[in-house]
C-alpha cells in the first residue's frame, strides 16, 4: 500500500471524490498537491492532510489554463519534487438540454472535462517518464455507458476522455508509466447534491440501494496507483454499485 513518499496530483480535490482520493494517498504515503480553481476548498483539504499527519499543498488553479498548470507544475515541483502519480478529476457537468447548449458552453465542459486533462498530463508525463515510473488516473463517468440526459456536453467530453487514455496507455506502454481510468457511478458529492436529481428516491432504484461514497472511488484509485497495478494500463474499474456492467 505504501507509495513510499511518492508525488501526486489530484485535480479538483477541493470538493468532493477528488478530496477522497487526495486523502487516501496521502494515507497511503503519498505527498499531495491539490490543485483546484476553488482556493478556499484545496486548502481545507490540504489542512486535513495536515492535520492526519500527511504531506499536502494547495494551489488554486484553473485546470483548463495552459499556463495556470505550467505554474502549478512548477510550484509543485520546487515545493514536493517531480510528479509521479496524476489524477485528472477536477471537471463540471452542467445539465442542458442539448438545443439550448451554446457554442461557448460546449467549449467550456470540454475545456476543463477534456482539454485540461490533456495540457496536465503534458506538463507532468516528463517528470514520469524520467523516473520510468508513473500513474495517470482519469475520472470519467459511468455516463458514458448510459447517456444522460441534457449532458451532450458532458458525456461528449468523458468520452473523449476515454478514448485518450486509452491511445497514451498503448503509446507509453512500454515507458513505465500506466493510465487507467475509474468511472464513477452516481457518487454523494456537492456535484450529485447539485443535479436535478431527488438523490434518496434514485439511490433505491439503484442495486445496492445506495449511491457511492467518494471513498468507493478513492480506493480504486489507490489500488491503480499502487505497485500491485504496474501490469495494468488501458483498463476500467467501473465503480457504480453494479448498475452498469461489462
Ligand atoms: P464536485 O463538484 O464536488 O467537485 C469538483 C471539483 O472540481 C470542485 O472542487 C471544483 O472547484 C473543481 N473544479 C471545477 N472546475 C475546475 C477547474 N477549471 N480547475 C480546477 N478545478 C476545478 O464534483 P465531484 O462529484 O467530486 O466530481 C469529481 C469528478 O467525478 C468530476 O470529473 C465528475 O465529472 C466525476 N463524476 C462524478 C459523479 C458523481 O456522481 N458525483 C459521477 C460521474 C463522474
Known amino acids: ?33 491539490i490543485w483546484d480553481i ?9 489542512q ?34 517531480p510528479v509521479a502519480i496524476l489524477v485528472n478529476n477536477a471537471g463540471i457537468a452542467p445539465f442542458t438540454p442539448f438545443m439550448e447548449i451554446d457554442d461557448a458552453l460546449f467549449d467550456k465542459v470540454i475545456h476543463i472535462n477534456l482539454r485540461g486533462p490533456y495540457l496536465l498530463t503534458k506538463e507532468v508525463l516528463p517528470d514520469m517518464l524520467a523516473a520510468q515510473w508513473g500513474r495517470v488516473i482519469n475520472i470519467t463517468s459511468s455516463s458514458v455507458q448510459s447517456g444522460s440526459f441534457a449532458q451532450g456536453h458532458y458525456v461528449s467530453s468523458k468520452g473523449g476522455l ?29 456535484m450529485l447534491r447539485a443535479a436535478p436529481i431527488d438523490v434518496d428516491a434514485f439511490a433505491q432504484t439503484l442495486p ?26 488501458g483498463q476500467t474499474i467501473s465503480t457504480n454499485g453494479g448498475r452498469y456492467m461489462g
Open 1 to 33: 500500500r505504501s507509495l513510499n513518499g511518492k508525488v501526486a496530483v489530484v485535480t479538483g480535490a477541493g470538493s468532493g471524490i477528488g478530496r477522497a482520493i487526495a486523502i487516501r494517498l496521502a494515507e497511503d504515503t503519498a505527498k499531495i498537491a
Open 38 to 46: 476553488n482556493a478556499d476548498g484545496a486548502a481545507e483539504t490540504a
Open 48 to 81: 486535513m492532510i495536515r492535520d492526519a499527519g500527511g504531506t499536502a499543498i494547495a494551489i488554486a488553479a484553473d485546470c483548463s489554463d495552459k499556463a495556470a498548470i505550467h505554474a502549478a507544475a512548477e510550484e509543485t515541483r520546487a515545493t514536493l519534487g
Open 162 to 190: 476515454m478514448g485518450m487514455t486509452k491511445a497514451l496507455a498503448l503509446e507509453f506502454a512500454a515507458s513505465g508509466v500506466t493510465f487507467n481510468m475509474v468511472p464513477p457511478g452516481f457518487i454523494d458529492t456537492p
Open 208 to 233: 445496492m440501494k445506495r449511491v457511492g461514497k467518494p471513498e468507493d472511488i478513492a480506493a480504486a484509485c489507490a489500488y491503480l496507483a499502487s505497485e500491485e497495478a504496474s501490469y495494468i494500463t
